[in-house]
């Protein structure tokens, strides 16, 4: 009948009107760089990436010094951002997933990287 569906309609916008104070509610308090979860995964004997964290240019070229370069040596910034890999740094650098092909480029990117503004 008409009522029962003016009814249903009535429930249904009440409910819409609830989505957004339901989004607003919602945190994430859960928080893990990448490096962090592959360490968590390592423990627990999932195979991830070889590497490490690099806190200076010199550090990252010591990380990826024992690596195989053959299918590139990648760095990647630790931000807390989605697509970090199209972002810019205050550097001119233009994103924070960078493949490289030697050690030393590693370093070089690290460089550009390491305590810039990541927009």
Not at 30 to 38: G, P, R, V
Not at 82 to 99: A, D, N
Request: hydrophobic share 35%.
């Amino acid at each position: 009948t008409q009522s029962t569906w003016d009814s249903r309609y009535k429930m249904l916008r009440s409910l819409r009107s609830l989505v957004p104070r339901a989004k607003a509610l919602a945190t994430r308090d859960f928080h893990l760089h990448e490096y962090q979860s592959k360490d968590i995964m390592r423990e627990f004997g999932v195979t991830v990436q070889k590497g490490g964290i690099a806190l200076t240019p010199e550090e990252a070229f010591k990380v990826a010094e024992p690596l195989n370069p053959k299918g590139g040596l990648i760095v990647k910034a630790q931000v807390h951002a989605g697509g970090r890999g199209k972002g810019h740094l205050t550097s001119g650098l233009q994103g924070g997933v960078q493949i490289c092909k030697t050690p030393a480029e590693v370093a070089k990117y690290t460089k550009e990287m390491l305590c810039l503004l990541y927009t």
